[in-house]
């Protein structure tokens, strides 16, 4: 079974590489979430709880571009379906034997299993879909990451709550074999394409290019925004006394946001009702917007932050990702996503680093206010070429 380019891929073919998607964020946050509450001599301390959340995403930062690379060199299917197969197996290591050491073993290798499986199910998104269904293709399958982000957290809270850590890993077991089941049965074969020699200096001007840093910023700064919702909304909430209760509910209004708009965004693309350039302009504003109304006392501030964030960044995803494969030779397609997943990650890390930062010092106020200003930096100097332009032209 082999692809043909330019023809649609059916949903049987998409739904396994989405399932991929949902499958790489829920192993992220779903026990990500939970092993601060969780009580056993694996997690005894902070600092022991930071390493072990600090495990799967250098992971991923080390190891994302290097395996794009790799989907580019022997095909992506290969890579998804070997990095889901080996996503399954660190989960079994904890699970099968329950021991605090290999707790530290499992969670790294579903950190370098998710850096296999993320960027060629990304680049086979792009490659079996023609370009002018991309925003489409690359909405539903943020929508998928999305809803992994939303149930991680509460579904892994309930297995945990019902049979401890060590289910939830078995879950984490079943949903690696599932998907890398599902994917061998469904995804067709894609070949790697010729590929003309890169050197490094090939390699250092496309990835400095404007056609990749700017969608690749614009992704950083919406996962920026993304992250540090979910970590300090709750924080905002409880220091305005909002209970627990508000506080998860503006982290759902955020979450769902996210995953709604994505679609449509992609929607909207195909369909030229909206440019790439105009969509991640409107993005970042939109999302700093929300920071600057989480900034607001009450509840009624927290959960329009909620939701313009939440708008922001599902607005943001699908298009950038969508602008990324429009502009890279489809024979460079896992390297760039790879790359690109990797400036995801460091605004993923970045952004809450800088607001706790700016917090400690000030208040988290001043934090929010402040990656918003870097977030609208960007449409801010674009508009004002704009107008500088604008003279000139008449």
């Not at 074969?189 to 990749?212: E, G, I, K, M």
């Not at 400036?343 to 800088?354: K, M, S, W, Y």
């Not at 917090?359 to 100097?381: D, K, M, Y």
Request: aromatic share 6%; hydrophobic share 55%.
């Amino acid at each position: 079974m082999s692809a043909q380019p330019g023809v649609p891929a059916p949903r049987r073919v998409t739904w396994p590489l989405y399932a991929a998607g949902f499958t790489t964020a829920f192993g992220a946050h779903g026990i990500a979430a939970n092993l601060g509450g969780f009580s056993d001599d694996a997690v005894t301390s902070l600092l022991v709880l930071g390493g072990l959340l600090a495990l799967y995403d250098g992971a991923e930062v080390l190891l994302k571009p290097v395996f794009g690379t790799l989907a580019d060199r022997i095909g992506a299917r290969p890579v998804l379906l070997g990095g889901l197969v080996a996503f399954a197996a660190a989960s079994a290591l904890y699970a099968v034997v329950d021991s605090p050491g290999w707790l530290w073993a499992a969670r790294l290798g579903q950190g370098a299993a998710a850096s296999a499986f993320s960027p060629s199910a990304s680049a086979l998104v792009a490659r079996l879909n023609p370009a002018a269904r991309h925003g489409r293709a690359f909405g539903g399958y943020g929508f998928c990451k999305a809803v992994g982000y939303t149930l991680g957290p509460l579904l892994g809270g309930v297995l945990v709550w019902a049979g401890g850590l060590r289910l939830l890993f078995m879950v984490m077991v079943l949903l690696g074999v599932v998907v890398a089941a599902w994917a061998a049965l469904a995804v067709p074969a894609v070949a790697p394409l010729p590929r003309s020699r890169q050197t490094v200096l090939d390699l250092a001007r496309r990835l400095t290019s404007r056609s990749f840093l700017a969608p690749t910023a614009a992704l950083a700064g919406a996962t920026a925004a993304l992250s540090v919702g979910v970590g300090f909304l709750p924080v905002s909430g409880a220091a305005a006394g909002l209970g627990t209760v508000a506080t998860g509910a503006a982290v759902s209004v955020l979450a769902a946001c996210a995953a709604l708009v994505q679609p449509a965004a992609g929607r909207a693309l195909d369909s030229a009702r909206i440019t790439t350039r105009t969509g991640l302009t409107a993005g970042l504003l939109i999302a700093a917007a929300g920071l600057g109304c989480a900034a607001l006392p009450g509840l009624l501030g927290i959960l329009t932050g909620a939701a313009l964030i939440g708008a922001g960044t599902g607005l943001i995803t699908p298009l950038g990702f969508a602008a990324l494969a429009a502009t890279t030779p489809a024979e460079r397609l896992g390297q760039t996503m790879g790359s690109a997943e990797l400036g995801r990650e460091l605004g993923d890390a970045g952004g809450p680093l800088l607001v706790a930062a700016i917090a400690t010092w000030t208040t988290l106020t001043h934090g929010f206010a402040a990656l918003a200003v870097i977030l609208a930096i960007g449409p801010a100097c674009l508009l004002a070429r704009r107008l500088a332009k604008t003279p000139a032209a008449r």
